[in-house]
């Protein structure tokens, strides 16, 4: 299984078999909360298949959504490293199947291959680049503006169009951008009326360029 998974991909088949030796392997059912923020970091969780939702949340319960993965993804690393609490939640939003490796054996796989730690700092690296461009839109575009941006990036091209699969609700747009479900209703709908864009069952299809400002 883990052959596959890009972090590890360099490593033996012995090393591989090792390594999985010491996995534990779970299934979480669809919307199951896989670690808490400020949670005790112990493991690294491997997505074998499924997709998360990585989230911060308040007392209130409000939430915004500041990453999505899906199968040969990993989180839970980055407090391995620095023996910090979890600084995010992770939930399930399908049935997901997830390979969880303790930190004690993270961290002495780490010391052995040190090629290994080279491609999780990349992989580090890219997560911050991802978090600065999210408080870029955050601060300066508007609510339009972080609408069409997470349209277009959750679309992937397919015959020929751009198409969201699995397309999220509103609420779930309205907490990845940080705005009210109410205006990112009145959005979408006036998407729809344009033509911009069309659902299809479970999926959102964008037929033309979308605006540049609403």
């Known amino acids: 299984m883990l052959e596959n998974i890009a972090i590890f991909s360099e490593l ?8 999985e030796n010491h996995m534990i392997t779970r299934t979480f059912r ?4 896989v670690i808490n923020e400020g949670d005790e ?3 690294l969780y491997i997505i074998l298949s499924g997709k998360v939702k990585v989230f911060l ?3 209130d319960g409000k939430e ?8 040969g993804d990993h989180f839970g690393e980055l407090a391995l490293l620095d023996d910090a609490p979890r600084s995010a939640s992770v939930m399930t939003t399908d049935k997901s199947v997830i390979g969880v490796i303790s930190k004690i054996d993270f961290v002495t796989l780490l010391t052995k291959h040190p090629e290994l730690a080279l491609k999780l700092i990349r992989e580090l690296t890219q997560w911050v680049r991802l978090l600065s ?8 575009m508007d609510v339009y503006g972080r ?25 779930e747009i309205a907490n990845r951008i ?11 709908k006036d998407l729809t009326i344009g033509n911009y864009i069309s659902i299809d069952g479970k999926r959102l299809l964008i037929n033309e360029k979308l605006p540049e400002s609403y």
């Open 64 to 71: 915004i959504i500041i990453n999505t993965q899906g199968t």
């Open 12 to 19: 033996s088949q012995p090393e591989l078999e090792v390594l």
């Open 178 to 188: 940080g705005a009210s479900r109410e205006m990112v209703a009145r959005i979408m």
């Open 30 to 33: 669809k919307n199951t909360v």
């Open 147 to 171: 609408v069409a941006k997470t349209l277009l990036a959750l679309a992937e091209h397919e015959d020929g169009h751009l198409v969201i699969a699995n397309r999220p609700t509103q609420q």
């Open 41 to 43: 970091a112990k493991s």
């Open 57 to 59: 949340s308040n007392a």
């Open 133 to 140: 461009d999210n408080v870029k839109t955050l601060a300066l």
